[in-house]
């Protein structure tokens, strides 16, 4: 089944629990198979000398794991219909970014910001190549790729596909979005121009933070089979498992992703009025003078080009975002000060995470927290943060909350020696100096 003419411009459930209904064996949802290998019949299917690359998207037998197997073959038949173009999977998002930079080939690569990983990828890449970097809205010459992050890792802001698009076509070059943050109903890149679109499926596609996952989805069965024959000689091929995992989170993401991207926009809106209150005033319970400015792309406005992120994100925003607080002792205790919000890297689960950036990314300004919506209720997750600037302002003050004496001591509940119930916890004492001097 080849991918629809016109571009979705809304999530269809239907797709995301039938798309795959050609592959279907008696089971109603697919076995988990661990096998790297499947037997060989006394007369072959087909002569694999003779075997189109593109035989390999609806294959009648499965050869060997490193080119096919059941359940990769479904979770990719799935990803083509829910973006309107051709996936391939690979083992992380990493993964994928890279192979779509060995694929291109450039000589030149102009990228601005975005997540430290692919600029990790990007020198890898550049050894024993002369590879020249460059910014994204520097000059472009034939032959260069403009990777574009949209929205941005980490402040959830939106950049104009179209707009890049043209610019990188008017020289031959070639445009690859990482649509990570915005993937399906919200964002559609190939819609506006791009000719690879790329998403690390570990985050909203898997969305349940359990499964390793990178997702390329090109515009043409003929770069499909190119980047096919190309995973199969990098061996960067998904496990069996995690593309089980992968088909059973692709069922629900249209359920999933709009409730985070409502809940997300709801909390960026709150805490950008927050931001507005000075020190030693109070705006709904919360002491201003915390937080510094908020980051998403609800905020952005209208650029001086004329553009709007909700042209693009046309299903709305990205359910993670960032802030930047005025202290980077806030920065530091915020995430351990919450109930709901795990401190925790990563994005685009079930559960809302919260994190220091600076503790995952080096490069990132000590002050800034990124936040990962989940799926609890808004009201909720709002009180908590509540609750928890408020403590922040009565540390400030010199009053010191339990949670942050428990920080900062790193109290924990420990379970006993005793080898038989009912056992008894004792509490362990670990001076932590880095969280006393935070506070």
């Known amino acids: 089944m080849a991918p629809k003419d016109e571009k979705p411009s809304a999530l269809s459930g239907t797709d995301l629990v039938h798309a795959d209904d050609e592959f279907h064996g008696p089971e109603v949802v697919p ?41 990769s073959t479904r979770v990719e038949r799935v990803l083509s219909a829910v973006n309107g173009g051709y996936a391939l999977t690979y083992s992380s998002g990493l993964a994928s970014a890279f192979a779509a930079i060995t694929f291109l080939q450039p000589k030149r690569i102009a990228i601005t910001g975005g997540y430290h990983g692919v600029h990790l990828v990007i020198e890898i890449y550049k050894k024993g190549r002369d590879l020249e970097v460059i910014g994204i809205d ?18 959830g802001e939106a950049r104009d596909i179209q707009y890049y698009a043209d610019k990188i076509h008017a020289v031959g070059g070639r445009l690859v979005i990482d649509s ?24 909203y596609f898997g969305g349940h933070s359990d499964l390793l996952c990178g997702v390329l989805i090109t515009k043409s069965i003929e770069e499909w089979n190119d980047l096919f024959m190309q995973r199969v000689g990098q061996g960067n091929m998904m496990g069996s498992f995690e593309a089980w995992l992968l088909l059973r989170s692709l069922r629900t993401l249209h359920l999933r992703v709009p409730r985070q991207s409502k809940t997300a926009t709801a909390l960026a809106a709150w805490l950008n009025k927050l931001s507005a209150i000075p020190k030693g005033q109070t705006w709904d319970g919360v002491p201003g003078g915390i937080i510094e400015k908020v980051y998403h792309s609800s905020l952005q406005g209208k650029d001086s080009r004329g553009f709007l992120p909700e042209q693009q994100l046309e ?3 990205s359910p993670t975002f960032a802030l930047t607080l005025t202290q980077e002792k806030y ?17 685009g689960g079930v559960e809302s995470l919260i994190e220091q950036r600076s503790r995952s990314d080096p490069g990132a300004d000590p002050r800034l927290i990124r936040i990962s919506v989940g799926v609890e209720e808004f009201t909720d997750l709002k009180d908590d943060l509540r609750t928890a600037f408020k403590r922040l302002a009565k540390a400030r003050a010199g009053s010191f909350s339990l949670l942050s004496i428990a920080n900062a001591l790193d109290i924990r509940e420990r379970p006993s020696s005793e080898a038989h119930p009912p056992v008894r916890r004792c509490q362990a004492y670990v001076l932590r100096q880095d969280a006393v001097a935070s506070i």
């Open 315 to 317: 299903g709305g925003h």
């Open 180 to 203: 990570t943050f915005a993937p399906p109903p919200l964002q559609y890149p190939l819609k506006w121009g791009a000719d690879i679109v790329m998403h690390s499926g570990t985050k």
């Open 331 to 347: 920065a530091a205790a915020l995430p351990h000060e919450l109930k709901f919000f795990i401190p925790a890297t990563s994005l």
């Open 31 to 71: 076995s988990i198979s661990v096998t790297t290998t499947f037997r060989q019949p006394r007369i072959p299917d087909v002569d694999i000398r003779d075997f189109p690359p593109e035989a390999f998207r609806t294959p009648k037998s499965h050869i060997y794991s490193r080119f096919t197997q059941n359940v």
């Open 138 to 155: 520097d000059e472009y010459k034939p032959g260069d790729i403009c990777w574009l992050e949209t929205p941005l890792n980490p402040t």
